[in-house]
């Protein structure tokens, strides 16, 4: 099939969305010290947000807080905590009670990855990315409900598209992004006549992040490798993943709920037809 040579562009929420319509709102991000979750944490402050961010390295958690407030002149606090336990996300749900009263919005977005085949994948190894992914996901899910209830808010949950189909050396991480849509599925639904909604956001291959590097280290070419395969005609950028992220959480989106959005530039249709 001949593509054109269009090359979709990458905008900021802020030329689209109005600069104020999360203002007021409380935003609780895990994994939101680095990569995707921190772009999407930072566009949701550029709207007027304030923000707790969690994660398990205090350093670099400490100092992504300090840039993102600089950045967007939003207040936001840096918790320490790993998703595994759940005391820790306790203990930083209470921190951002105290500190901003509410929470409006949730993105639980700490993930786990390597790339390893089953017959090389220990037990532990499949346990570990499951507790981070799929019941990292249950435990922020419990420890935020009776506040997001309280805000009529929303859950944005970061999955991936890589379950869709066999992708080799990923075991690990497609059951636990399978059982992570299904958590936001029942979400969306049990929780839709308390006025919460629940979606998903499923990054395609997008530049610059952690789990990109490490899925695509193909040798030196690999910048370009596979470009023929998205549709959009350029890699993803965390923006993408950060206005898919605006929009859903904005008021623009308020009867979408219980869905998959893949943020892929078409790549997995893409594939389906190879
Ligand atoms: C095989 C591995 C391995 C590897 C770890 N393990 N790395 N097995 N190949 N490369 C095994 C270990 O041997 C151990 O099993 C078990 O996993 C736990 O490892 P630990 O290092 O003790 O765990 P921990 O310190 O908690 O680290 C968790 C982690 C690590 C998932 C292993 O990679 C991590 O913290 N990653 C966080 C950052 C990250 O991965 N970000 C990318 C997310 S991208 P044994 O049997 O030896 O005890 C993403 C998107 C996916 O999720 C989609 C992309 C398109």
Do not use: W
Not at 56 to 79: F, I, M, N, V, Y
Not at 125 to 133: P, Y
Request: net charge positive; with cysteine.
């Amino acid at each position: 099939m001949a593509l054109t040579a269009y090359v979709a562009p990458i905008v900021d929420s802020t030329d689209v969305f109005k600069p104020d319509i999360f203002k007021g709102k409380v935003l609780f991000c895990t994994g939101g010290g680095s990569g995707i979750c921190r772009a999407m944490t930072e566009a949701i402050m550029r709207h007027g947000a304030q923000s707790t961010i969690v994660g398990r390295k205090l350093d670099r958690l400490t100092q992504a807080a300090q840039e993102l407030s600089a950045s967007t002149g939003k207040t936001c606090l840096a918790c320490q905590g790993d998703v595994r336990k759940p005391e820790t996300l306790r203990d930083a749900v209470a921190k951002t009670i105290e500190k901003y009263g509410r929470i409006d919005f949730v993105i639980c977005g700490a993930a786990g990855n390597f790339l390893a085949p089953i017959s090389g994948l220990s037990e532990n190894g499949f346990r570990t990315v499951m507790e981070i992914d799929t019941i990292g996901t249950y435990n922020t899910i419990k420890a935020t409900l009776d506040h997001v209830r309280k805000s009529r808010g929303a859950y944005i949950h970061v999955s991936a598209t890589l379950h869709y189909n066999g992708t080799p050396y990923q075991a690990h991480v497609s059951a636990a992004k399978a059982g992570v849509d299904a958590l936001s599925a029942v979400l969306a639904v049990e929780e839709g006549p308390h006025g919460v909604r629940s979606n998903v956001v499923a990054p395609g291959p997008i530049a610059g992040t952690e789990g990109m590097d490490r899925l695509s280290a193909k040798g030196p070419d690999r910048s370009r490798h596979g470009f023929e395969l998205i549709p959009a005609g350029r890699m993803g950028d965390m923006r993408d993943i950060a206005n898919a992220a605006v929009f859903l959480f904005s008021g623009a989106a308020s009867f979408v709920t219980g869905q998959v959005l893949p943020v892929d530039g078409g790549t997995e249709h893409m594939r389906s037809t190879q």
